[in-house]
Nanobody, 113 residues
Framework: QVQLVESGGGMVQAGESLRLTCTAS????????MAWYRQAPGKERERVVL???????SYAPFVKGRFTASRDNGKNTMYLQLDNLKPEDSADYFC???????WGQGTQVTVSS
């Protein structure tokens, strides 16, 4: 059974940073294409970054160099470093596994101005 668990969200002020973590179990993580998505209240879920099995990344245009995704296949974990956060980055952030079409439960990020 696939399980994805996010952590690291919180409340910060504009300009500050957070590091999100997604830990996977029940999958061959080293072969899994993964992604980070986010969903703000009243808005559709949108992809933040796609990260391939070897760590190659493809970011959404709105990231503009502020976020960095990485993964450690030995730990079945991927990360999302959020820097220079803005109030419009406030959302629930989710990890997603393409191989199994599985979602985590999300972690909330709130950025105040």
């Amino acid at each position: 059974q696939v399980q994805l668990v996010e952590s690291g969200g919180g409340m910060v002020q504009a300009g500050e940073s957070l590091r999100l973590t997604c830990t996977a179990s029940g999958i061959t993580f080293s072969k899994a294409a993964m992604a980070w998505y986010r969903q703000a209240p009243g808005k559709e879920r949108e992809r933040v970054v796609l990260i391939g099995p070897s760590g190659t990344t493809s970011y959404a245009p709105f990231v503009k160099g502020r976020f960095t995704a990485s993964r450690d296949n030995g730990k079945n974990t991927m990360y999302l470093q959020l820097d220079n956060l803005k109030p419009e980055d406030s959302a629930d952030y989710f990890c997603y596994c393409f191989n199994d079409n599985s979602w985590g439960q999300g972690t909330q990020v709130t950025v105040s101005s």
